[in-house]
């Protein structure tokens, strides 16, 4: 088979194994919300800022485990790891079904995002090891558009489990089904999903070969490395590391509040009972254009990813201003604000696709992504608190939280740009190494121990 025939081969096995459970990742995040709907809020007896803390708790139980996830990793079978991630996942999503108070979801909630720690990640080293820098950005894109499909369809799904009517309340019917097809997703990627590319048993030597090549030739590929202390320290002392980790907590101020609170957001709308849960279907068509696009183009026109992350931050300040500018009875004004405002979603993926093509060394590139990551919960995790039930329906201060957010996160982003263009050109008069690709890898180079390389813009 030529190079060409096992690439796309490639490409769309391994889109199989991860576009789904990104689905089912962003739709058992976004479980809450749709419960809030369901009962869920007065069932449990939550009161005043109860129900924000439920949500801002996932992301203490996220940096809880970031970085010994970050290290784990690194030492043990990829595939192994996230499938049985997955699986105890499904478990601590269907013990939501459980819980009665805000202790019982507080430990849940917990748990889940502990568990989720090691997904993005994960899949982000996964991503690195099958696809070279010019792959990567729509690869990133087709399985973060999972969470735009989940967003999507799971309006829908929730509205038919909210008509259910059968010992059960609607809302735990929705934990315990959500965690059933987790579940399966979990079974099969322990069956598909290899640890590296020489263990893939759904690809014939020759088709793994040109794999191998394909990437090691883009000085992506390396072999399973040791926890380096020195790579540590160097990713903490990197700008990179800093722009991209202020910039994700910054406009994930934003992405808090309305991940937990989006569907009360729509509610205030106009929008009544489970109404505002099929309404919601719109916001995954425009997150799932927003990820498609900005993939395509960041793969099709070279060192656009920072510029196209600009744009799409200003896209969402827009639809924040119309949010928070609209009078009530402009309906449609406001929930097109809201569709815009999700536009940011799409930089996830190419944040994560600049840290897997510009930061090198196994340790390191583990330490950059935990941090950004640790940063994207913390902005989790203060996002919820600006938004409050009895704010309801306009959510003043969620709102200009978000705006100041995505001002911010801009600004960052065109700090990364610029020091990635002065790098480049500080690098343009170094003599790059006389040493073959191949064994620049095998020695886990970091990018500032390897002279010569430039950097993704």
């Not at 970085?67 to 996230?82: A, F």
């Not at 990179?240 to 934003?254: E, M, R």
């Not at 849960?277 to 900005?294: D, E, H, R, Y």
């Not at 608190?385 to 709102?399: D, L, M, N, W």
């Amino acid at each position: 088979m030529s190079p060409r025939g096992a690439e796309t081969r490639d490409f769309s096995r391994s889109i199989t194994n991860v576009s789904p459970e990104e689905s089912r990742r962003f739709l058992d995040k976004q479980t809450l919300s749709y419960a809030s709907l369901l009962g869920m809020i007065e069932d449990t007896h939550l009161e005043g800022t109860q129900f924000s803390w439920t949500a801002s708790v996932f992301y203490f139980g996220y940096i809880f485990w970031s970085y010994p996830t970050m290290y784990l990793s690194v030492r043990l079978p990829i595939g192994k790891y996230l499938s049985a991630t997955v699986l105890l996942w499904a478990a601590v999503l269907m013990c939501h079904a459980a819980c009665h108070n805000f202790t019982g979801l507080v430990i849940t909630r917990f748990f889940l995002g502990a568990l989720e720690a090691s997904i993005a990640p994960g899949f982000s080293l996964i991503t690195g090891m099958w696809y070279t820098r010019r792959q990567q950005p729509l690869r990133y894109g087709l399985w973060f558009a999972g969470g735009s499909i989940a967003s999507l369809f799971g309006g829908l799904l929730s509205y038919g489990i909210g008509h259910l009517d059968s010992g059960l309340t609607a809302w735990q019917y929705l934990f315990l089904i959500f965690g059933a097809v987790t579940a399966l997703c979990g079974i099969i990627m322990l069956a598909f999903l290899p640890d590296t590319l020489s263990k893939t048993f759904w690809l014939t030597p020759e088709e793994r070969s040109t794999a191998i090549n394909n990437v090691t030739a883009d000085g992506q590929a390396g072999v399973k490395g040791s926890y380096k202390m020195s790579q540590v320290v160097e990713a903490l002392r990197d700008p990179v590391t800093w722009f991209l980790s202020l910039y994700t907590f910054c406009v994930n101020i934003a992405n808090g509040g309305l991940t937990a609170f989006g569907s009360l957001v729509v509610q205030g709308f106009g929008y009544e009972g489970l109404q505002a849960l099929l309404i919601q279907m719109p916001t995954g068509g425009a997150q799932l254009c927003f990820v498609i696009i900005s993939a395509m183009l960041c793969s099709s026109i070279p060192n656009i990813r920072t510029l196209t992350m600009m744009a799409l931050t200003l896209t969402s300040l827009l639809g924040m201003v119309l949010m928070y500018a609209l009078e009530e009875s402009n309906q449609a004004g406001r929930m097109a604000g809201f569709c815009l405002s999700l536009a940011f979603s799409a930089n996830m993926p190419i944040s994560m696709s600049l840290v897997t093509s510009n930061v090198r060394g196994l340790t390191k590139r583990a330490v950059v992504n935990a941090s950004v990551l640790v940063m994207y919960c913390a902005g989790n995790i203060v996002g919820p608190q600006f938004f409050s039930v009895t704010e309801a329906p306009r959510y003043r201060k969620g709102i200009t939280a978000s705006l100041i957010g995505f001002g911010l996160g801009f600004f960052w982003v065109v700090c990364l740009r610029l020091y990635l263009q002065w790098q480049n050109k500080k690098r343009a008069s170094e003599v790059a190494l006389d040493v073959p690709q191949e064994v620049l890898l095998l020695e886990d180079r970091t990018d500032w121990e390897t002279p010569g390389s430039r950097y993704v813009l």
